[in-house]
């Protein structure tokens, strides 16, 4: 299994816009951070997970030719703002299977609503056929594909496992139960916002108290903003087998 990381950076991406922090006028590739997403392949099939607004440069950066479907996190627009460039693969296999919990459905269809609508419809709009997720595991391409159920502060959102490989991002909460389903990982991929606390997310301190806690193999850490600082100093302080992602980093499990 490979998984390419598109893009490391929080809503904003680094550098955010307007500022002149000095991690967000670093020269440093590693701390230029596209929204957060990755592409997981196995068995020669490629999956996206998130589809942000900086979904077409990353599928033209890292040379994209063919994805079969889109596992949604969340209904944030860092997450989905780039369904309509979803159209040249749309092109090629027809309906994109897009894969979702209601509550995500349910904004893509008022914010989208020229995709969702069945008359009247806007002919060069990409087509989607949403798949409903819930607790319950579902198949794809032969491997089994494990949501976990996480909070991103009060809202209900999506983690992804993989076989041994774990995908989290925007977490706050993790319950025990679903603790459970991360257990024996060999790859864990989180959030790790920024230093000081925050309402919403994982903070550095509590994405290394979940390493703790799990004892994945490896994990790296995502969704950062410039607020954790420049990535190679922060690489430094990290424990051993823990990382910081950055954009176009891939990996292998």
Not at 121 to 147: M, T, W
Not at 193 to 212: Q, S, W
Request: charge should be negative; include cysteine.
């Amino acid at each position: 299994m490979k998984v390419t990381f598109l893009g490391t950076g929080t809503s904003q991406g680094i550098p955010m816009i307007a500022s002149k922090d000095p991690v967000c006028l670093s020269n440093n590739l590693k701390d230029k951070r596209l929204r957060s997403s990755i592409l997981i392949s196995w068995d020669d099939v490629s999956y996206v997970i998130d589809c942000g607004p900086d979904f077409r440069q990353q599928m033209l950066r890292e040379n994209i030719q063919c994805i079969k479907g889109v596992l949604f996190t969340h209904e944030h627009a860092d997450h989905t703002a780039g369904l309509d460039d979803l159209r040249p693969f749309c092109y090629q296999i027809g309906e994109m299977p897009i894969y979702l919990n209601q509550l995500t459905l349910d904004s893509l269809e008022q914010r989208f609503q020229y995709i969702f609508s069945i008359e009247n419809r806007y002919p060069g709009a990409p087509s989607v056929s949403p798949f409903i997720v819930d607790k319950k595991f579902f198949i794809l391409n032969n491997l089994e594909v494990q949501p976990i159920q996480i909070l991103h502060g009060k809202l209900p959102i999506l983690g992804y496992r993989f076989q041994q490989l774990a995908y989290l991002t925007d977490v706050k909460y993790i319950s025990e139960t679903e603790k459970e389903k991360l257990k024996n990982l060999d790859v864990l991929i989180v959030n790790a916002l920024r230093l000081e606390a925050h309402p919403t997310h994982f903070n550095l301190e509590e994405a290394l108290e979940l390493v703790e806690e799990l004892q994945p193999k490896r994990t790296y850490f995502t969704h950062i903003s410039h607020k954790l600082g420049f990535h190679n100093e922060v690489s430094k302080k990290l424990p051993k087998n823990v990382f910081l992602a950055f954009d176009g980093l891939k990996i292998e499990t």
